[in-house]
């Protein structure tokens, strides 16, 4: 994505409300098409990684999908070296990460599948620091209060904010990117212009996460990352474990449908205990915690489906968790607003002159829906989950079992499967004929190597 020059007068001043990951990697792209960009943003902006008042999530693990971090590296050139300078690291998928799942450990080979490991704060530090880079792009700090619009209220010609000294000022703007995450206003505001309200399709999970941060042992491991998964529906509970910058490990525990984690320390090694295998509890039971336990809850998937909008106005676009919000278990959401800034930016390139809004919402649109097939369909093998469940439902469901399953203990299956969940291939490459085969002869006749289970880090590590 190299920077090219304005197109015209409809591109001079672009917008973008919120400078989260979503609104950042917005902004950088804007950056190539606008002649300025302002990226407006209610909170105080430190000078180095830390969490922000508007992002508490911040506290527990990030994953950052394969995909979204190659387009990262597009955007911001190097980004991963400065990363890695400042304490962040890389594990392959399969050597290095010990994966636990549907009652089984993933094999050791290599996948080529990248997980990048680091805390939210250093990322979002290192692409602020980066965009601040960029000539014209500025940063204001302010609460926006609504949009401005035409006499016709057929466009949306900026916003209105309350500025850092309490004056309520406009701000105009050929075009507002709504980046303000899962709290979005856009919806009120835009029925308060006589729009009609959008459709939301929403899948209630009742997640909850409880994080703790401790030093990183001294012993020598065959490990750098872990996850544990449940299997669905019996089971609720997982946990991770991953190194990020300063030494550290950062470890969260989830559970669905309100099986929350404890807040307190020994209710968080006892929860520990209670995952499907004990191997994570060994992990941290001697581990020095470096901080408290924190803890966060998410309600539901939520998906705002602006694209089915039969009148919208012009000047306006809608991204990240704003427009479409994740379970956070499955690790999508960072790269999910990557997909969203990848396909602002093509559609920017493809037409000169005014921005095409109708194909940016539905490309948009696009872009969340492999994230929100995996990450609903995972929940909805909860029976308690209440949902849309299509006829093919019972089917997808067994199949991706089965795929899981194999994936133990077949290299390519593993692979394909790695590649389908960090995005780099569509979710729907797991019923090409090479996996397929593998699973329905599985499926058909029971034929798996026996292989005794990965024993637990006690007793691996001495």
């Known amino acids: 994505m190299n920077r090219t020059e304005n197109t015209g007068a409809d591109r001079a001043h672009a917008v973008v409300v919120g400078g989260s990951i979503a609104g950042l990697l917005a902004a950088r792209v804007l950056s190539d098409h606008f002649g300025r960009v302002t990226v407006l943003e209610q909170d105080r902006l430190e000078s180095g990684p830390a969490v922000r008042k508007g992002t508490p999530q911040a506290q527990h693990i990030h994953g950052l999908l394969d995909r979204g971090a190659g387009i990262l590296e597009r955007l911001f050139p190097g980004i991963f070296q400065e990363i890695q300078a400042e304490g962040g690291s890389t594990a392959e998928l399969g050597p290095d990460v010990l994966f636990y799942q549907v009652g089984r450990w993933k094999p050791r080979t290599p996948t080529g599948v990248v997980n990048q490991l680091h805390s939210r704060p250093l990322l979002e530090w290192t692409i602020r620091r980066r965009l601040a880079a960029v000539q014209n792009v500025g940063t204001l700090r302010g609460t926006v209060l609504g949009f401005t619009a035409s006499a016709d209220r057929a466009r949306i010609t900026g916003v209105r904010l309350r500025t850092e000294s309490g004056e309520e000022v406009s701000e105009p703007a050929d075009l507002v990117v709504d ?105 941290i039971r001697h581990a020095e915690p470096q901080g408290p336990v924190v803890t966060h809850r998410f309600p539901s998937n939520l998906r705002r489906r602006y694209e089915r909008m039969r009148r919208f106005p012009e000047g306006l676009a809608v991204v ?143």
Not at 204 to 223: C, E, I, L, N
Not at 256 to 275: M, Q
Request: hydrophobic share 40%.
């Open 179 to 283: 980046a303000s995450g899962r709290g979005s206003r856009t919806p009120g505001w835009l029925e308060a212009l006589g729009y009609p309200r959008v459709e939301e399709n929403e899948i209630r999970v009742d997640v909850g996460y409880s994080t703790r941060v401790f030093h990183t042992p001294p012993r020598q491991r065959d490990w750098k990352f872990m996850l544990v998964l449940p299997q669905p529906p019996g089971q609720r509970q997982m946990g991770v474990i991953a190194p990020i910058e300063g030494n550290r490990w950062i470890v969260t525990l989830a559970g669905w449908l309100k099986d929350y984690p404890p807040a307190d320390g020994d209710g968080f090694l006892e929860h520990a205990r209670s995952l499907p295998v004990p191997d994570l509890y060994e992990a």
């Open 320 to 462: 990240g968790d704003a427009q479409c919000s994740f379970n956070p278990v499955y690790g999508q959401g960072m790269t999910s607003a990557a997909l969203g800034a990848e396909a602002l930016d093509e559609c920017l390139r493809r037409q000169r002159g005014a921005v095409p809004l109708k194909r940016l919402r539905e490309r948009i649109a696009a872009a969340a829906d492999a994230p929100w097939d995996i990450s609903t369909g995972g929940d909805l093998c909860y029976p308690e989950v209440q949902g849309p469940r299509g006829a093919g439902h019972a089917f997808i469901s067994w199949y991706v079992t089965k795929v899981q399953e194999v994936s133990s203990w077949d290299p390519l299956v593993f692979t394909r499967f790695g590649q389908a969940t960090h995005l780099n291939r569509s979710p729907a490459s797991l019923f090409a004929p090479a996996v397929l085969g593998r699973v329905l002869s599985f499926a058909l006749f029971g034929k798996s190597p026996e292989k005794a289970p990965v024993p637990v880090l006690a007793q691996r590590e001495g």
